[in-house]
């Protein structure tokens, strides 16, 4: 059986090392996706993302929300669960303090990886609390 938490675990390590260096994320990434691959976000953050333009302008996107913001982040409690070819990530994020929030914020997000074959089909993550995500950022 193959570890799908092993390639989880290096997709997000690979993700957060990118997430600033656009040609490092664009030479990698077919490492992990397809361009049949889905990334599915809350309508109101990203919504549904299809292939390798789908997760460039996932990433585009999230760069610009952190670059704008000025907000550094941390995680931790990460854990995984595989069932198959499924795998759940859950983990918690806590972002520093900027304007209209001096404490911070921190949250939960539970990630679904269903692999085909070696490579993600599809990745759907779920917000603790989407709206609170939303105006943490605006």
């Not at 292939?51 to 999230?62: I, V």
């Not at 001096?102 to 949250?107: A, E, I, L, Q």
């Not at 990886?113 to 709206?131: C, H, N, P, R, S």
Request: hydrophobic share 35%.
């Amino acid at each position: 059986m193959t570890d799908y938490v092993a390639i989880v675990k290096e997709y997000n390590t690979f993700i957060e090392s990118t997430m600033l260096d656009e040609p490092a994320f664009h030479a990698g990434l077919s490492t992990y996706v397809t361009n049949q691959s889905v990334l599915v976000e809350p309508d109101s953050i990203f919504g549904r993302l299809e292939g390798f333009e789908g997760w460039s302008q996932w990433r585009t996107a999230a760069a610009d929300m952190a670059g704008r913001s000025g907000v550094r982040f941390t995680t931790s409690g990460s854990r995984c669960f595989q069932d198959g070819n499924t795998v759940l990530h859950y983990y918690e994020v806590e972002f520093s303090a900027r304007e209209g929030h001096p404490d911070g914020w921190r949250t939960s997000i539970i990630e679904r990886y269903d692999f085909v074959g070696e490579k993600i089909g599809q990745l759907a993550a779920y917000y603790a609390d989407t709206t609170a995500f939303v105006n943490f950022f605006s």
